[in-house]
């Protein structure tokens, strides 16, 4: 009878154990930190590129391409908060003409692999979640144009 008290008091510990590390380890998605843009900026979506200068270059190819996207969608390079400083050297190696952050206010969402294109709404959502492969240039075009689109007919409709 002891040994079924025992057992029963492991199990109880475990299942209230295994609650409090969900709950920590819960994915934030609603409360991702947006780079706050200018008031009259019309921007219905937010690319964050994670990447770092020590990415493999045909995985950073894709990059260039977001240069081109237009204006309401707005792009940033997120990058480790040491490499900030060498932003000549990241702007070279990539061809990013838009701004590049430290990766700080993003230590919750920081992906696992690198180079990675994650989509935002205005207000936080998470949309999509892209890593960066070599030979993804054509797709990422394709997908982001097909889906700037699709945007834009839900944003008229809402007007």
Request: charged content about 20%.
């Amino acid at each position: 009878m002891k040994n079924y008290i025992i057992g029963l008091l492991m199990v109880i510990s475990l299942v209230f154990a295994s609650l409090f590390y969900k709950e920590k380890t819960r994915l934030r998605y609603a409360e991702f930190p947006v780079v706050e843009t200018k008031v009259s900026d019309n921007s219905h979506l937010h690319l964050y590129v994670f990447f770092s200068k020590q990415n493999c270059v045909p995985c950073l190819e894709y990059i260039k391409e977001l240069n081109e996207l237009p204006p309401e969608i707005k792009v940033f390079g997120v990058v480790p908060d040491f490499e900030v400083k060498d932003e000549a050297i990241l702007r070279e190696l990539t061809g990013a003409a838009f701004p590049l952050i430290g990766n700080s206010q993003f230590k919750w969402f920081i992906p696992l692999y690198s180079p990675t294109t994650v989509g935002v709404s205005t207000k936080g959502e998470i949309y999509f979640v892209l890593p960066g492969v070599p030979g993804e240039k054509d797709y990422i075009e394709n997908f982001l144009m097909n889906l700037y689109y699709k945007l834009q007919r839900i944003f008229v409709n809402k007007r």
